[in-house]
């Protein structure tokens, strides 16, 4: 439905006190390569000599003291303000840094880990001779993947596949598998092209074909648990997040999630699971009517109170009929803070399990078949997974075939790849879909859809009377654009997209730049990155555009009160493309505020269409609204924001249409159909109504 965050890596791969020791140890052979040489020129002044004593003194004190002291620490910092380009105070503060509780001392040691490599930063540079600058690399590479600093992480993690070649890893002779999945999955988070987009696309699809090309091979997790970090998962730590595919538009994104899939299947067997009872179900022939509930199970690692996913599937999953349906919720949590949503408590008969990760599935990619033989042992009818390209945890879960029916649905509208045996069914909506002959393309499951006549979800309200956010239950009615230190002068209009700055592929930026450059009294606002770099590149991005950066305002992000207060205070807000918003959608429509949106061909581009086309608006406010083309889109937001009398028509419009939107029970009964549907069987009073029916 939404596309939320994803949840954090849990797999940090931030090296601890401890893990480095052998490293640290055999890195000190690069002491004599580093400083004989200063040595012998500093014994010519007498000044140099002095700076080179002090310079041995704070490396006897660096060495002799345990790794990440205080002594140590301040070892390493005197030998570098003494000598900026020395390569060993690089390498042993860097990874000293590293094992800090403290995220600026951690970036600040892979910042000196980094400069090792550059002949303008150290003298002499790391010697790629040495085993452990394959470590270094591979290490640096997966810290910028996960700060999802693409250019970095790429480069460095293709240094680390090269160096794994030159050391004759035994694994795989075209170097090392974990290395090659991490290319073979690393997606551009904030390309700065068009072209770069598609580039990101074209190497990870080059370096998986590579890789499936060659039978035999799996991952050896005692491997992967040698490098810093890998041991907490060695699945998340080689198998990177495909969360962000959703955004890539151009892209075949079936294809690239099947091999993502193919990738995983065939790195750790051990997930490729058929669970005993499903085998049995698949032998039988015929299979009789059953006198019990059908058993469905919910899983998800976003069943958390307030999470999107959770908002938008409460309503639905609620109100199934507790006559038909036997629940059981699952909640995998991937935090130290657990907390289910509230809606698993509403009906006394559902069950709700919390798992979590364990000391014993440390070092172990396929861990979460231990979650699956528990799994297997409810003998469930039916799986519903909605966060399956959020979840490390879930998408390993629904590599196994736990139930006779699996099926998928857009807690982030993705295909997940995974082969139609094994998950069987994507639920999504006809009214945000192309015909679905088109849209099948778009996802390895069979695709079902809820009718493009009723709702989706059965949605509850965000918003409290007294203008309350029901999120967080604070006010927002007296909040002004001034708080937001933005122009309150009402002649200043504002054009609002408070989506997270991924959705913002660059096709979006030029349709900012023509807005500003055809409305003069017009603002952008948008919210800013969370990463300096990525940051940096989206202003790169929108002056290559055009874009007058005076009148575009970054806002951080904000909480959900003062979110609903800038909607209110925008003159028009943006749907963003091609990723459009879809709980953001809903708030806005909710407000009673004009949405501009320019529908793309996957699903995640078209929730703001299936809303404005299903609530009841005029056929003026809807052309006013949807645009067809990227030049309209512009035309449409300029006008709306000159033409007070159109804006006005089409609030109000929209303020009287809004209600359509919630507790609609048609959402709940075509769920319920599609349910009864594919499940593997059948009350027995349900197929005798069936039969009841087929005979009239």
Known sequence: MANPAPPPDRSSFICRRGCILTLLLCITTF?????????????????QHEIFQQMQTAITQARSNPSGSRESLSGWKQVLSLDPTNLEAHIMLGWELMQSDSSSAQEMGMQLLEKSFYPSKVSPTIDFNFPQTYMIAATIGRDRSQKKEYRKARKFTKIALELSKRHGNPHYKNGDVCVQMQLGTMLNYFPGSTDAADAAISSLTAYTDRLLEVPGWSIDD???????????????????????????????????????????????????????????YDEQEDHPCV???????????????????????????????????EVTYIYLVESSMPNVAKFTKIHSSDRTFIWQKKEQDLSNGAW??????????????????????????????????????????????ITS???????????????????????????????????????????????????????????FGHLRRSDFGLPEDEDTHIFLCMQQPFKFHPEFDPLICGILENDPNGIVVLRSEDSPANQAVFKKRLERAGCNLDRVHFLDQQPHHRLLAL?????????????????TTREVLELGKPLVTLPTRLLGGRWTL????NIGLNESTKKALIASTPEEYVN????????????????????????????????????????????PVQQCQQQAALDRKEEL
Request: proline letters at 4%; glycine letters at 6%; hydrophobic letters at 40%.
């Open 31 to 47: 002491v004599s390569l580093c400083h004989g040489s200063v040595a012998a020129d500093n014994q010519a002044d007498e000044q």
């Open 368 to 413: 979460t078949t231990r979650l699956g033989k528990t799994i297997e042992e409810m003998e469930m009818d039916i799986i519903f997974y909605f966060d399956l390209t959020m979840s490390g945890v879930a998408r390993r879960l629904g590599m196994q075939r736990l139930a006779p029916v699996q099926l998928n649905s857009p807690g982030h509208p």
């Open 610 to 613: 299936g809303y404005l086309n």
């Open 222 to 280: 005692a491997e992967v648990s040698k490098m810093p970090g890998g041991a907490n998962d060695p699945y998340v730590h080689c198998s990177l997040s495909m969360f962000y595919l959703s955004f890539y538009y151009r892209a075949d994104v079936a294809a690239v999630a099947s091999r993502h899939y193919e990738l995983a299947r065939r790195a750790w067997p051990a997930l490729n699971t058929t669970a005993e009872f499903v085998k049995r």
């Open 417 to 475: 790849g995974h082969d139609r045996s094994i998950i069987n069914y994507y639920v999504s909506w006809a009214a945000s879909e192309l015909p679905l002959e088109q849209a099948q393309t778009h996802y390895t499951e069979e695709l079902k859809l809820v009718p493009a006549d009723t709702f989706f979800q059965y949605y509850e309200k965000r918003i409290l009377p007294g203008n309350l956010s029901r999120m967080d239950g604070q006010a």
């Open 636 to 679: 449409l937001a300029v006008r709306l924001a000159t033409d007070t009398s159109l804006r006005e028509s089409v609030e109000a419009d929209i303020e009287q249409c809004a209600p359509n939107l919630f507790h609609r029970d048609e959402a709940v009964e075509a769920w319920q159909t599609i349910l009864l549907e594919i499940s």
């Open 291 to 325: 006198d019990r509930k059908i058993r469905l199970a919910v899983v998800a690692a976003t069943l958390s109170e307030g999470h999107s996913n959770s908002e938008s599937f409460r309503g639905i999953l609620s109100h199934l009929d507790r006559n038909i349906f």
């Open 567 to 583: 909607y209110h205070e925008a003159t028009v807000v943006l749907d963003s493309y091609p990723a459009g918003g879809d709980t």
